[in-house]
């Protein structure tokens, strides 16, 4: 019998679904602004990103500053035994507030993979070759990400579903952002 790996996506997943719908939520017109203050206050250099990564860059930087820890979530009891994560986090104050949360509740995964807009697939491809004793157990909360998974067409790997009331953390998200994020420069 095949030794299971498990993999996670972090945002929706062993994270809160909060993380995702921040990154999600739509452009504002007071996104220039905050991007201006932000990005001068924290540092960030962001002529070559989109404006919509830009500001979620600036917003996990601002995070950061506040002290706002990453909820747990809904996977996050299954972080036990082998297990990495994948997790298209990529800017520094993202990965710095996942750290933060990994060690806040001293979670120690065997890797941790950062992967910005690469596939996860690819990852996982790479995963089948260097373990080739082990199944892999993938959960995401979008589905792109499994069905690219899928499509790998190995039997050692299984996908899961994690769904969560993105309506509901759309809303928070958006009064999140209005009042703690840019009311931080106020």
Not at 80 to 94: F, H, K, Q, V, W
Not at 102 to 111: A, F, G, I, T, V
């Amino acid at each position: 019998m095949l030794e299971r790996i498990k993999l996670f996506d972090f945002d929706g997943v062993l994270g809160s679904p909060l993380e995702e719908a921040l990154f999600q939520l739509p452009e504002s017109d007071k996104d220039v602004a905050f991007i201006e203050k932000a990005t001068e206050l924290l540092g960030l250099r962001g002529e070559y990103e989109r404006k919509h990564s830009l500001r979620y860059m600036c917003m996990q930087g601002i995070m950061h500053r506040m002290g706002d820890n990453i909820s747990q979530g809904p996977m996050f009891g299954e972080a036990t035994g082998n297990y990495m994560i994948l997790t298209a986090r990529s800017d520094y104050y993202a990965i710095k507030r996942m750290f933060e949360f990994l060690d806040c509740y001293d979670l120690r995964p065997m890797r941790v993979f950062t992967l910005g807009n690469t596939p996860k697939a690819e990852v996982i491809r790479t995963l089948l070759g260097f373990y080739p004793e082990h199944r892999f157990d993938f959960w995401d909360d979008l589905q792109k990400h499994l069905d690219g998974a899928n499509a790998l067409g190995n039997d050692r790997v299984r996908t899961f579903k994690v769904d969560n009331d993105m309506q509901a953390m759309y809303e928070k998200a958006l009064g999140y952002y209005q009042d703690q994020i840019l009311g931080y420069f106020e």
